[in-house]
């Protein structure tokens, strides 16, 4: 796994000197210069065989129409929080900040490195799940996912979860049993569902699995609360 690892380090040319600059930046439109966002939830040269299949495997699923696939991005989205007032320090954030200033944590690294995700959603039954294969850049004891990394993208997909019942959410508790240290590089599939909801209360629970779904990493339950766009994010 560690060999794999230093692979594709080798082979992005981190192991010989600085990263590179961004290969697949948000691009302009020469017209009317708004942000074009690229959906970065699609395979690349760093996803390994096993993510690979699975994503095959969901795809398919989504051709009926009963699952689909939950656009990634760089950069947050200006229409979802075009309605909420967001100070940092002492002025409020613009919407050309929001697009020059910020990227989103998950998407902070260059391809391969770090947090490599695909997620599916399937709105009857209230489910969302997962592909997550952890980059050589997460790291925590040696060989093993850092427990912070896995705890991202349990909350990410459990999120998700809220957001497309609820809209704009943000998290107000989340409780991880870790049972299982995870491989580093290797792919999870974390299982995500909406149990309840509660006027703007919305409580998700899941886990985390092998590609396989013979090991059991990890389980999780969460409480996220509907923003009150009246109210400024301080």
């Not at 699923?61 to 989205?77: A, H, R, V």
């Not at 997962?130 to 060989?143: A, I, S």
């Not at 704009?168 to 491989?183: D, E, H, Q």
């Not at 569902?193 to 899941?206: N, P």
């Amino acid at each position: 796994m560690l060999r794999s690892c230093a692979k594709r380090l080798r082979a992005l040319g981190s192991l010989r000197g600085p990263l590179p600059c961004e290969r697949r930046p948000a691009l302009r439109s020469f017209s009317s210069k708004k942000v074009v966002y690229k959906d970065f939830s699609i395979p690349n040269p760093s996803w390994s065989k096993d993510i690979r299949l699975l994503f095959d495997e969901f795809m398919k699923k989504c051709e009926d129409g009963s699952w689909k696939c939950f656009p990634s991005c760089k950069y947050g989205s200006i229409q979802r929080t075009q309605d909420f007032k967001m100070f940092h320090l002492d002025r409020e954030l613009t919407k050309e900040d929001l697009r020059t200033q910020t990227r989103l944590f998950t998407s902070s690294f260059e391809e391969g490195l770090g947090f490599e995700y695909v997620i599916f959603c399937n709105d009857v039954e209230k489910r969302t799940v997962c592909l997550f294969q952890g980059g050589p850049y997460l790291e925590g004891m040696p060989g093993f996912l850092h427990g912070g990394a896995i705890a991202t993208m349990i909350d990410t997909t459990l999120g998700v979860s809220a957001v497309i019942a609820g809209g704009t959410v943000m998290t107000a508790n989340l409780n991880i049993n870790f049972k299982r240290p995870i491989p580093l590089c290797s792919v999870v599939v974390i299982n995500t569902q909406l149990d309840k909801v509660e006027g703007r209360k919305f409580f998700v629970s899941g886990n985390v699995q092998s590609a396989d779904e013979k090991t059991l990493y990890s389980e999780a339950t969460s409480l996220f609360i509907k923003l009150d766009p009246d109210k400024s994010l301080t």
